[in-house]
Nanobody, 117 residues
Framework: VQLQASGGGTVQAGGSLRLSCEAS???????????MAWYRQSPGKEREMIAS???????QYKEALKGRFIFSRDNAKNTVYLDMNKLAPEDTAVYYC?????????WGQGTQVTVSS
């Protein structure tokens, strides 16, 4: 599975961004991928999971981000999205999409999100 993340950039506090992660590889649909997830890593901090989607259905969020971040998918485009709203400087990080399937873990290349105050 190959993952291509995009959509990062610089935004002012209070703004919104949409991240995209297109998956490709040996699968018929992204719903066949056991878990797709968004992570982020800020400088000096460990990578943390933001949200996960199991078999294209069950979505779980990091509690503190619930309501501000929305995880969705477009099966036809084999793409998942992370809509981020009311962004704050503490949301500044490199954002990664990841996938778990066939007993393996796959990562996209990361996309930088910078929120200015």
């Amino acid at each position: 599975v190959q993952l291509q993340a995009s959509g990062g950039g610089t935004v002012q506090a209070g703004g919104s961004l949409r991240l995209s992660c297109e998956a490709s590889g040996s699968f018929d649909s992204i719903v066949d991928i056991h878990v797709m997830a968004w992570y982020r890593q800020s400088p000096g901090k460990e990578r943390e999971m933001i949200a996960s989607m199991i078999k294209g259905a069950t979505i779980q969020y990091k509690e503190a981000l619930k309501g501000r971040f929305i995880f969705s998918r477009d099966n036809a485009k084999n793409t998942v999205y992370l809509d981020m709203n009311k962004l704050a400087p503490e949301d500044t990080a490199v954002y990664y999409c990841g996938a778990v399937t066939d007993g393996n873990i796959y990562w996209g290349q990361g996309t930088q999100v910078t929120v200015s105050s």
